[in-house]
């Protein structure tokens, strides 16, 4: 007689656990999935259901022809996810973007899994996973309880995971006016892994800096939330507009300093100030705003940050902003297939891994989930082609993004996907073709994954 085989374990029923249990449960593994709600809940969920919107009810743009979460959401249906299903069945009309009606979405993932024979539901907090579950996938999110983060910061070595984001925008280097900026380090310092000329510098003259800093103090800000009140800033990370309200010459001695560095289009005058930008992906197509975490509204942030010289044609992979989250330093602590290098039996799933945005941690809980089942199965899990939305998001998270070059908060940052995570094309495309030429080859590319026996769930 076989033993039967022993389950894999998911904690959390969000965007990623649900998903994640679905895969697993599809290629025909048991699956015991955990959720603390209702009996405790965090400081957003409001109900019980698993899946919940906590904030918008968008998944953004459904274009798969042009877009990289569109692209994401096409990938994700071809894979058998069930959370594209039950969007797909409980879509509003919203343009071109896919809405959900967030109590019938999560209603019908709630009553997809609850009628799913291999799924065991536990309604219960797990406050640390027990030695002899030998797979487990924690995909528990931004607000993961508590005693877990206390048991997962001890298992990693990091001393906090839960903080203030302090986020800066990130730039498409592209869009970026080499007719105004340039590249160099301060004072040409190559560092460990520099060149000398590693930043992107952005010159303000002293009546540019001064507009500036006016339309930082008058720009409109993100309020706190009540349970944000209690958790501190991230070391040194004080949002631009605060550090602007203290003294109008505080930036200019703070990030904005312009020490060092000398403008070769200007006949090589020194600037006023100066904005740095810093590689953030090995790819180099991405750039974040060094020092420029902020509260500033999303709209206010392009309408400012558009008047600093050589962005005004600026756009941004993401932007700034500062919320409470709990995240690992992947590309440090997991493997490449999502596991704790620390303690492999531990996987992580969703937000918590350091992607963003509910589509975002469903796939990455689908990948989690293929991965777990592979592995119980005796097989080794096949990575999906980085040219693929999925391959693009698992590379940002295990590997893809650069270290801080200089000393600093840890650098890496919870991302959405992206164009700026995918490797160029083999051959070049027009600005306008470029977007499209990725997406077919990433739709390409997962065929041929698929093709090359890569199980996916049974419809
Ligand atoms: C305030 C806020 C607003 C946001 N707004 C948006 C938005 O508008 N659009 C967007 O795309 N993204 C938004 N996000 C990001 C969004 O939360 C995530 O993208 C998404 O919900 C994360 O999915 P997840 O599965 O990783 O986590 P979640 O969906 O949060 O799921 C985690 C689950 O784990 C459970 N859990 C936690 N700890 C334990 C434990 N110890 N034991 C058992 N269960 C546990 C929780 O109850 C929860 O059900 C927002 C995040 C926050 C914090």
Redesign the pocket.
């Known amino acids: 007689m076989t033993r039967p085989l022993s389950p894999v374990h998911v ?7 649900s998903e994640a249990a679905w895969q697993v449960a599809r290629r025909g593994m048991p699956v015991v999935l ?4 209702p009996a405790r809940s ?1 400081a ?2 409001k109900t019980g259901q698993f899946a ?1 919107l ?3 009810n968008s998944f953004r743009s459904d274009d798969a022809a042009v877009s990289a979460i569109g692209l994401l959401h096409a990938e994700m249906r071809q894979l058998g996810s069930l959370v594209m299903r039950a969007a797909d069945a409980h879509k509003l009309p919203a343009g071109g973007a896919l809405a959900v009606d967030r109590e019938g979405f999560a209603a019908a993932i709630t009553a997809a899994l609850e009628a799913e024979p291999l799924v065991d539901i536990r309604r219960e ?3 640390a996973p027990p030695a002899e579950w030998d797979s487990v996938i924690i ?7 508590p ?2 983060a206390d048991s997962i910061g001890g298992l990693t070595g990091e001393a906090a995971l839960a903080f203030f984001d302090a986020i800066a925008p990130i730039v498409h280097r592209e869009t970026i006016d080499f007719d105004i900026a340039w590249f160099q380090s301060r004072y040409d310092k190559a560092g460990p892994a520099g060149s000398g000329a590693d930043y992107i510098n952005c010159p303000l003259t002293r009546a540019q800096y001064d507009a500036f800093v006016d339309a930082l103090l008058a720009g409109d800000k993100i309020e706190f939330r009540d349970f944000e009140t209690a958790t501190p800033y991230f070391d040194g990370c004080l949002p631009i507009e605060v550090m602007a309200e203290r003294g109008r010459e505080t930036l200019r001695h703070g990030p904005m300093k312009p020490f060092g560095l000398t403008d070769p289009h200007q006949s090589g005058t020194k600037p006023y100030a100066v904005v740095q930008l810093r590689q953030d992906n090995k790819l180099g197509s991405l750039f974040n705003m060094v020092g420029f975490q902020t509260k500033l509204k999303h709209g206010e942030q392009v309408r400012i940050f558009r008047t600093i010289p050589g962005l005004a044609r600026a756009e941004f992979a993401r932007l700034g902003g500062l ?1 409470r989250n709990t995240f690992l330093n992947s590309p440090k602590l997991l493997d490449a297939t999502l596991r704790l290098k620390a303690a492999p039996r531990l996987r992580f799933a ?3 891994t350091g992607c ?3 589509v975002e ?1 469903a796939a990455i ?1 689908l990948l989690a989930g293929s991965f777990a089942a592979a592995e119980r199965r005796g097989e080794e899990p096949l990575l999906p082609p980085p040219t693929t939305a999925h391959g693009a998001l698992l590379g940002h998270i295990t590997g893809g993004h650069v270290e801080i070059i200089d000393s600093g908060p840890r650098s890496f940052q919870p991302m959405n996907v992206n164009f700026g995570l995918f490797p160029p094309l083999a051959h070049g495309a027009a600005r306008d073709s470029r977007k499209a030429a990725l997406c077919a080859r990433a739709l390409a590319d997962l065929d041929a994954w698929r093709g090359a026996g890569v199980p996916h769930a049974a419809e």
Not at 11 to 17: F, H, P, R, V
Request: proline share 3%.
């Open positions: 904690i959390g029923a969000g965007l990623a656990g955990h959720e603390m709600r965090t957003v969920h919940e906590v904030c918008s907090e797990v406050v995909a528990t999110g931004p607000l993961t309880s005693a877990l919320h969703g937000q918590i963003e945005g509910y941690s809980g």
